[in-house]
């Protein structure tokens, strides 16, 4: 008699669990932007959603704690003339965020950790290099103030935050829109995917693309990639029946996948969600109410399918949380936000455990908040893995921190070295300046306030040793 042998995982009973009512975000209105990115990102200090705004592009952005109804005149971020069509925290600076819109421009906004009176509308930066709309951000996971864009122009290109420059622009590597871009672990190298389908492995710094796959989804819908923590990539995509599929490949072998797995007919894009510390992936389709989830491994069949999370109501975008942003004590292994018309629904997975202890196995040590390099660093050639942290003691968000943005002097007429920068973004706007100059004002103020309440002590001191003295 043969017995069937389970397959050993601590991830085999990972359960999901939407958030009771008075933990979500209530009376939001949601934006019904025809494009396939999340809508939503979020951090361990803020959810950001984009919105509804009529006249311009918008998003909200909430501390983490304020659930329940949002006000109608919540303050919003505003800023772009057209609708923005994705958003992505900065790795390494919880308050800062990038927006892209239909108006070709990127902004990244420093949001307070107070609640402003008035909507934000004065980014730090603009960055323009696109000719047409831009719908994809994703900062470099290890670089400070690295950031890239793709844009409906077919160029991607790598932005210093920092100095407003373009450090890389890759503008004759896609001959048709680019659908999704994903850094790997330290940011050496980029997988892209295209209306072309042709999934691409490029060096971004040589600007060469040193592995391609065509058709690794023969459907002519639009597919994605995410690099996993091996250095493989898993891709969503459909058959030519419209049957929607995942594939795992290695890079260096792109002739045969190393799995390929057809799911149903639907069709919503599926957008994978990826932990490289848990080594799972989860499905969350545009128009689904469920989270499909597998896990990755390197014994066949590779990608082990664990569970679906469903509901009823559709899901029109999804954010994940960073693992430092979970509570570790509920033994939380993700946290979704899920976008519904009107509103936004944390949704926790967890993985079912007696003990109350620290569950070391489920955590390792994470990606903190502080980069590996600089972006000059990089540039030149550099790679590190992200500084990583641990969670035992759960994760504090580090205060309010300024990203300063150094601009190159306009009046200099000699050539930039490097790569061509952008226009717009190399010319100080006037209220950007008028801020600096208020924030170093405040500075010296401060400092000049700290120096006379040093004086004041060292006084009453001389004060009390003189009087007792006189006794």
């Known amino acids: 008699m043969s017995r069937r042998v389970v397959r050993q995982s601590k991830f085999r009973h990972v359960f999901g669990q939407a958030a009771k009512a008075d933990q979500a975000y209530e009376d939001i209105r949601v934006s019904k932007v025809t494009w396939d990115s999340a809508f939503c990102a979020v951090n361990p200090k803020f959810l950001a959603i984009i919105v509804e705004a009529g006249g311009g592009g918008a998003f909200i952005v909430l501390p983490l704690a ?20 994705d958003i992505d925290w900065c790795p390494h600076n ?72 373009v450090l890389l622009s890759l503008d004759d590597m896609h001959p048709d829109v680019i659908h999704s871009v994903c850094w790997n672990t330290n940011g050496s190298l980029l997988a892209t995917t295209c209306k072309d389908k042709t999934l691409r492995i490029i060096d971004p710094r040589k600007g060469q693309v ?3 796959r065509f058709a690794a989804h023969e459907g002519m819908r639009p597919m994605r990639a995410v690099f996993t923590r091996q250095g493989h990539i898993f891709t969503t995509g459909f058959t030519r029946m419209s049957q929607r599929e995942l594939g795992l490949w290695d890079p260096n072998n792109f002739e045969e996948p190393v799995a390929l797995q057809e799911m149903d007919t639907s069709n919503g894009v599926l957008l994978p969600f990826y932990d490289p510390d848990s080594s799972i992936v989860y499905l969350c389709g545009k128009g689904d109410s469920s989270i499909r989830y597998f896990e990755i491994t390197e014994e066949p069949p590779f990608v082990h399918y664990l569970n679906t999370f469903s509901s009823k109501e559709p899901q029109r975008g999804m954010g994940f949380m960073p693992k430092r942003g979970l509570d570790v004590s509920k033994c939380e292994i993700a946290r979704f936000y899920k976008l519904h018309e009107r509103k936004c629904e944390p949704i926790v997975m967890t993985v079912p ?21 600089e972006a000059d660093e990089w540039l030149s050639g550099q790679d590190a893995d992200p500084v990583l942290i641990s969670l035992r003691d759960g994760y504090v968000p580090p205060k309010h921190r300024e990203l ?21 973004a190399s010319n100080a706007p006037l209220s950007q300046h008028t801020l600096e100059t208020l924030l170093e004002e405040i500075k010296a103020l401060r400092e000049q306030v700290q120096a006379q309440e040093q004086r004041i002590t060292s006084l009453e001191n001389m004060l009390c040793e003189l009087v007792d003295g006189t006794d």
Request: proline share 9%; glycine share 8%; aromatic share 6%.
């Open 66 to 85: 304020k659930t329940g109804r949002v006000d109608k005149n919540y303050p919003l971020v505003t800023g772009h003339t057209a609708p923005v069509l």
């Open 94 to 165: 919880d308050n800062v965020i990038a927006s892209a819109s239909d108006d070709t421009t990127i902004m990244v906004w420093q949001i307070p950790d107070y609640t402003p009176v008035r909507s934000i509308t004065e980014p730090i930066i603009t960055l323009e290099g696109h000719s047409k709309r831009v719908g994809i951000l994703s900062w470099h996971p290890t670089a400070r103030n690295v950031l890239l864009s793709a844009g409906g122009d077919n160029v991607i290109i790598i932005w210093n935050v920092g100095t407003g420059e």
């Open 210 to 212: 040193v592995a391609e």
């Open 353 to 373: 455990r007696k003990s109350d202890l620290f569950q070391d196995d489920l955590y390792p040590d994470t990606p903190g908040p502080e980069p590996a390099l």
């Open 404 to 424: 300063r943005v150094t601009k190159r002097n306009i009046l200099d007429v000699r050539p930039p070295s490097g790569p061509r920068r952008s226009q717009s």
